[in-house]
């Protein structure tokens, strides 16, 4: 069993940076890949990025290719995602999950934390 918490969201204008955090519990942390996804008023959730759980490789949509980084820390079982050169369509819910195979990129995660809100003015 995996729990998950985000923190980190909140409002900020367009072009500043956030960094949202994930905090996980469980002793396996280091065995799952870690992604974050993100949700908008009235649109589907989507896939904004993950990171393997042995060599670190990430992955990105294209939308944030550039601009978000995303890294763990196993030792203190926690993810993060830099986000940099903001837009206001990148406001949304943001959400990390955990997932035990891969492919990452896909959305069917074990285990999800209960989002954290970003908003981007204009």
């Known amino acids: 069993q995996v729990q998950l918490v985000e923190s980190g969201g909140g409002l900020v204008q367009a072009g500043g940076s956030l960094r949202l955090s994930c905090a996980a519990s469980?002793?396996?942390?280091?065995?799952?890949?870690m992604g974050w996804f993100r949700q908008a008023p009235g649109k589907e959730r989507e896939f904004v990025g993950a990171i393997s759980w042995s060599i670190g490789r990430t992955y990105y949509a294209d939308s944030v290719k550039g601009r978000f980084t995303i890294s763990r820390d196993n030792a203190k079982n926690t993810v993060y995602l830099q986000m940099n050169s903001l837009k206001p369509e990148d406001t949304a819910v943001y959400y990390c999950?955990?997932?035990?195979?891969?492919?990452?990129?896909?959305?069917?995660?074990?285990?999800w934390g209960q989002g954290t809100q970003v908003t981007v003015s204009s």
């Open positions: 469980g002793r396996t942390f280091s065995r799952y890949g």
């Open positions: 999950a955990a997932k035990a195979r891969p492919p990452l990129v896909v959305g069917d995660y074990d285990y």
